[in-house]
């Protein structure tokens, strides 16, 4: 489980819209602090000026995959973890395969 306060603040990047809206809606019914954005460039902009908790992730972005999307919010905010969301099971062996994974569960 990851712990994030109940106030925090989490990115939601994915591009099925009807997918991030809903997640969204949900956190945010929750407490969260949630943004939602469309493209991994539109997620590293806004990570610029915020310091997210935690980020939701689809690893299927076009351009810049959901892991090296991780890899690059980690430079901007060191203390994200990460959750990745896949339609496609072998994106989710390459994205465990490399290092990502000690993003994630390390601290």
């Known amino acids: 489980m990851v712990n994030v306060a109940y106030s925090g603040q989490i990115l939601v990047v994915d591009r099925h819209r009807e997918w991030r809206e809903e997640l969204a809606e949900l956190l945010r019914n929750a ?3 949630v943004w939602v954005v469309d493209t991994s460039s539109n997620a590293l902009r806004l990570a610029e000026k ?9 690893i299927g972005m076009p351009f810049v995959d ?8 980690r430079w901007r905010c060191p203390r994200i973890r990460g959750i990745f969301l896949t339609e496609e099971s072998f994106r989710l062996r390459n994205c465990l395969a490399t290092s990502v994974t000690d993003s ?4």
């Open 31 to 33: 407490g969260y602090k």
């Open 50 to 58: 915020t310091e997210f908790d935690l980020a939701v992730i689809d």
């Open 66 to 73: 959901g892991a090296d999307l991780f890899k690059r919010l």
């Open 104 to 107: 994630v569960g390390g601290g």
